[in-house]
């Protein structure tokens, strides 16, 4: 079981970047799929969350209107779509799978996680 995030980068204020989460060894379509980020020097914090099946989604308030989460099942992946970033977004972003349909904020609920995709957001 493995999860490979990619697409991190440096962006502008207001850029936009789409980072991937991608499995091998399971289907992601069962599963619930957590993103998380973790700056240097602050605890690791949720940021959204799509269910299984109906696909259900769930926004961090400080990301609300500005990062998208969707799946690909044909391809296996998740994806995180961020946009109007901020200085503040800057952070190590990790996917992470949960084994049951439903999300949860909580980290230690999730079973399976990706190796982290460093995302700067710098003028």
């Known amino acids: 079981v493995q999860l490979q995030a990619s697409g991190g980068g440096l962006v502008q204020p207001g850029g936009s970047l789409r980072l991937s989460c991608a499995a091998s060894g399971f289907t992601l379509d069962y599963y619930a799929i957590g993103w998380f980020r973790q700056a240097p020097g602050k605890e690791r914090e949720w940021v959204l969350c799509?269910?299984?099946?109906?696909?259900?989604?769930y926004y961090a308030d400080s990301v609300k209107g500005r990062f998208t989460i969707s799946r690909d099942n044909a391809k296996n992946a998740v994806y995180l779509q961020m946009n109007s970033l901020k200085p503040e977004d800057t952070a190590v972003y990790y996917c992470a799978v949960r084994e049951f349909s439903t999300c949860s904020s909580w980290y230690r609920y999730y079973d399976y996680w990706g190796q982290g995709t460093q995302v700067t957001v710098s003028s």
């Open positions: 799509i269910s299984s099946s109906a696909g259900s989604t």
